[in-house]
């Protein structure tokens, strides 16, 4: 049974709240409705209390009228006003989460507690901000391929590349159903995702998808374009560097 409280307005806006407040819908808070703030405060209920995570796992790839469990912990999250395509990407993404190994439930940067959609992998950050960078589902699948070698685990950039295809080819419910096999394997592997992001796309699939899947693709080409290069680059200088050895005295007769 879980033990976690229904996230409050103070709750998410600072002082945790006491062991005898009372759930009420969020409303006038800005942070209450933050993407970032809802996938964060998933991933803490779901690393600090059992329960509660699984509560959330029970909803993986169930449709919203079979998940009773969860919609204690997550209804005090929705926007007000919202579609029902908003509405169920909290819940699957909620699911995702929590459905991680309790291993690969880290705590957040507290340094870096904001969103910035606007700037992409690979781009710099201005001085000014500490700001959390957003990362497409593009760049985590090329991550996955880039740190493959080596590991354990690994993504083949085939696979990487006809999963994440195969991803932006879909519908709302085939998103709904080929995402959770896709996010649940890089997480496998151990490469991030950025679950507020990932929100985001989902609550905009059906408005938006050709625009998100033009940047996932994009990202994840243009990574594993710098990636190859990076590739070459490091061969070369190999190449090189066995060239520039002295050669070996010849043996005496």
Do not use: C
């Not at 049974?1 to 759930?23: F, K, R």
């Not at 699939?205 to 625009?211: D, F, I």
């Amino acid at each position: 049974m879980t033990t976690t409280l229904p996230p409050t307005a103070q709750h998410v806006a600072g002082p945790p709240e006491t062991a005898g407040s009372i759930p009420q819908q969020q409303k006038g808070t800005a942070r209450a409705h933050n993407p970032r703030a809802f996938t964060d405060w998933v991933a803490q209920v779901s690393r600090d209390d059992p329960g509660a995570r699984s509560a959330l796992r029970s909803g993986l790839r169930k449709d919203l009228d079979s998940v009773r469990r969860m919609h204690r912990l997550v209804a005090p999250w929705l926007p007000e006003g919202r579609s029902a395509d908003v509405e169920r990407a909290y819940y699957a993404v909620a699911a995702m989460i929590a459905s991680q190994p309790r291993g690969a439930l880290a705590a957040p940067d507290p340094e870096s507690t904001d969103d910035d959609p606007a700037h992409a992998d690979g781009e710099q950050m201005p001085a000014k901000s500490m700001r959390r960078r957003r990362v497409s589902l593009g760049t985590v699948f090329a991550t996955a391929v880039a740190e493959g070698p080596g590991r354990e685990k690994e993504m083949r950039a085939g696979t990487a590349e006809s999963r994440l295809n195969l991803l932006t080819r879909q519908s709302v419910n085939g998103l709904h159903r080929h995402l959770p096999a896709s996010v649940g394997y890089l997480r496998s592997l151990d490469v991030d995702v950025d679950w507020a992001q990932l929100l985001d796309d989902l609550s905009n699939w059906r408005r938006n998808s050709g625009r998100i899947s033009r940047t996932w693709l994009q990202d994840f080409y243009r990574l594993r374009a710098r990636d190859a290069a990076r590739q070459a680059d490091e061969a070369d200088e190999k190449e090189l560097a066995a060239d520039a050895e002295p050669a070996a005295a010849p043996a005496s007769l």
